[in-house]
């Protein structure tokens, strides 16, 4: 026993403890701490040095080789996962675009666009934060407006041929239904239960149809689940809601997607690719992610200015795909075209994952003589 405990005590005493702290990889680059990670040595040596006291030398020296060998493959490995997830991605479209929303200034010249969707025959429905709700066509031709009055941040479909849009209105912390396309308020709504920090609040919304959801979610009561981001939440709320009858007691969220960021301020999920695209305003970043809530890149946006709503128009062809970034800095939604939606960054991740696996597993064979 005391044999063994002066092993233990010659181990913790060699200049095997290693602290790190990584940051710098960007402004959305989530820290990685590795404090006080000691060595662990092979257990099976240790014992072998124990019952031959004569080759305790031999053994420890093998067994801190090999330790040190796994410690540094672990700390790589850790270093690798780090950047993959946190460092901000090449933007995966055109870098300068084309402002679709500037004619919105004749109707209200304060238009502040705060969310967008995209309808198949209509074209594009923006709202404003002041009230104000809008049609506007692919060419940037505003084809109707109205102000209906209240905080709308954000704004979702069901489907590209829905007859009712939904509409985020942060004041309320609701989801406020109107119809199309003459754009009228139903009287229909819910109140949700979302995080709350004085000026900060519900800020994104976004529709996944429960053929697109996963089985964690249960069955939706009607059509799907609305997806809600709070600027004062990490997590991206899911509430499931039966639109047919409008709600005034406060609606729960029946689960979650955590996104390990503040400031979400819009969202889009598109069912072609079944992947979910996060904003977040302070950080000027896109986040792609999967439903079970696995960040599979973050995007640095073109512009940095106030980023707020976004939007996916994904034809037939791959090639014409383009996203639309709503600014509220002013009447402004941004197409950038040629959006690579595909993604090649995950398979960039599993060789590195693939890598980092081969080389532990080296490390765990016992050194040359």
Same mark, same amino acid.
């Given at each position: 026993m005391q044999i063994a405990y002066r092993l233990w005590l010659a181990l913790a005493r060699r200049p095997c403890r290693v602290t790190r702290y990584l940051s710098g990889c960007g402004k959305n680059c989530i820290p990685l701490h590795l404090d006080t990670l000691l060595f662990l040595p092979d257990i099976r040596l240790i014992v072998r040095a /124990? !019952?031959?006291?004569s080759a305790i030398s031999d053994h420890l020296d093998r067994a801190l080789y090999r330790s040190s060998r796994l410690s540094f493959l672990l /700390?790589?490995?850790? $270093? =690798?996962?780090? $950047?993959? #997830?946190s460092a901000s991605a090449e933007w995966p479209a055109e870098p300068q675009g084309e402002n679709l929303a500037q004619g919105l200034s004749v109707y209200n010249a304060g238009f502040e666009? !705060?969310? /967008?969707?995209y309808h198949d025959e209509l074209g594009f429905l923006i709202v404003g934060d002041d009230g104000d709700v809008a049609n506007?066509? *692919?060419? @940037?031709?505003? *084809?109707?407006?109205? =102000? $209906? @009055? @209240?905080? =709308? *941040?954000g704004i979702a479909l069901k489907n590209g041929t829905a007859d009712f849009a939904y509409i985020a209105n942060e004041t309320l912390s609701a989801i406020v239904e109107i119809s199309l396309?003459?754009? !009228?308020?139903?009287?229909?709504s819910w109140p949700l239960?979302?995080?709350?920090n004085g000026g900060l609040g519900f800020e994104g919304i976004t529709f996944v149809p429960q053929s697109e959801a996963p089985v964690t979610w249960g069955q939706a009561i009607y059509d799907g689940f609305f997806i809600a981001a709070s600027q004062a939440d990490t997590e991206l709320r899911i509430f499931n809601i039966d639109t047919r009858v409008g709600s005034v007691s406060p609606v729960a969220p029946s689960a979650s997607i955590e996104t390990n960021s503040l400031d $979400?301020? @819009?969202? #889009?999920?598109?069912?072609t690719t079944r992947r979910l695209y996060a904003l977040h305003d302070s950080a000027n970043t896109l986040t792609k992610i999967n439903l079970s809530g696995e960040t599979l890149a973050v995007y640095a946006t073109p512009a940095s200015g106030a980023e707020e709503?976004?939007?996916l128009v994904e034809p037939p062809s791959t090639e014409d795909t383009y996203i639309v970034l709503a600014d509220d800095a002013g009447p402004i939604a941004i197409r950038y075209d040629h959006f690579q939606s595909t993604d090649t960054d995950e398979s960039s991740e599993s060789t590195v994952s693939a890598a980092v696996l081969w080389l532990m597993l080296r490390a765990s064979q016992p050194p040359m003589d």
């Open positions: /124990i !019952s031959n006291p /700390i790589s490995a850790c $270093l =690798f996962s780090n $950047l993959a #997830h666009a !705060s969310g /967008i969707a506007v066509s *692919e060419a @940037g031709v505003v *084809e109707k407006y109205k =102000f $209906l @009055g @209240g905080d =709308f *941040e396309p003459n754009l !009228s308020v139903t009287g229909r239960q979302l995080a709350k $979400l301020s @819009g969202l #889009h999920f598109s069912a709503g976004v939007v």
